[in-house]
Antibody, heavy 123, light 110 residues
Framework: QVQLVESGGGLVKPGGSLRLSCAASGFTFSDYYMSWIRQAPGKGLEWVSYISSSGSTIYYADSVKGRFTISRDNAKNSLYLQMNSLRAEDTAVYYC????????????????WGQGTLVTVSS | QSALTQPASVSGSPGQSITISCTGTSSDVGGYNYVSWYQQHPGKAPKLMIYDVSNRPSGVSNRFSGSKSGNTASLTISGLQAEDEADYYCSSYTSSSTLEFGGGTKLTVL
């Protein structure tokens, strides 16, 4: 069965950095686009970034562009999110999610989600 | 402010049907048939319920259905059950090749 397990969350000071990881299993990781989606405490979902199966195509939300970097290691079945220059408004649960396969390789939605990892940005 | 507009809350009694709307623009909901709906119970990860406007993933009850008219998509839950009480989010592909979510709707089963 598909499993996505996030790790790397924690408490960080404003301006600091954190690297999130997502370990995938139960499917051929290298065949799928992957995405990060976050949810601030008590708030709704916010798409953050996605990456193509090969890593050659990447998109970011405007709110994180220039500060966050998504990457993947298909040999390790892992997805990453490097977060720099963190702000209080980045405080959220970060979910790793598998993108629904589409013939045009576009981000139409996500079919499996991990349980999330909490990132808290506070002094 | 979310790009897609959903009602903050809806409610219904067991056995009834409810509909949750998701309104966008011609650059997202109205321009593509790529609307998805997610169910989220408290403290849990979201679960995909509908994709590509009206398709149900394997294992999702046929009490859940989706549709779209113009810039507004809708999720209908028929035969409401207690376990349907949750938050529901819509999402849409956009002309910028990104994904937008609605603000979420809290469903209360009376």
């Amino acid at each position: 069965q598909v499993q996505l397990v996030e790790s790397g969350g924690g408490l960080v000071k404003p301006g600091g950095s954190l690297r999130l990881s997502c370990a995938a299993s139960g499917f051929t990781f290298s065949d799928y686009y992957m995405s990060w989606i976050r949810q601030a405490p008590g708030k709704g979902l916010e798409w953050v970034s996605y990456i193509s199966s090969s890593g050659s195509t990447i998109y970011y939300a405007d709110s994180v562009k220039g500060r966050f970097t998504i990457s993947r290691d298909n040999a390790k079945n892992s997805l990453y999110l490097q977060m720099n220059s963190l702000r209080a408004e980045d405080t959220a649960v970060y979910y790793c999610a598998r993108v629904i396969p589409h013939i045009y390789d576009i981000l139409t939605g996500t079919d499996y989600w991990g349980q999330g990892t909490l990132v808290t940005v506070s002094s | 402010q979310s790009a897609l507009t959903q009602p903050a809350s809806v409610s219904g009694s067991p056995g009834q049907s409810i509909t949750i709307s998701c309104t966008g623009t011609s650059s997202d909901v109205g321009g593509y048939n790529y609307v998805s709906w997610y169910q989220q119970h408290p403290g849990k990860a979201p679960k995909l319920m509908i994709y590509d406007v009206s398709n149900r993933p394997s294992g999702v009850s046929n009490r859940f259905s989706g549709s779209k008219s113009g810039n507004t998509a809708s999720l209908t839950i028929s035969g409401l059950q207690a376990e349907d009480e949750a938050d529901y989010y819509c999402s849409s592909y956009t002309s910028s090749s990104t994904l937008e979510f609605g603000g979420g709707t809290k469903l209360t089963v009376l």
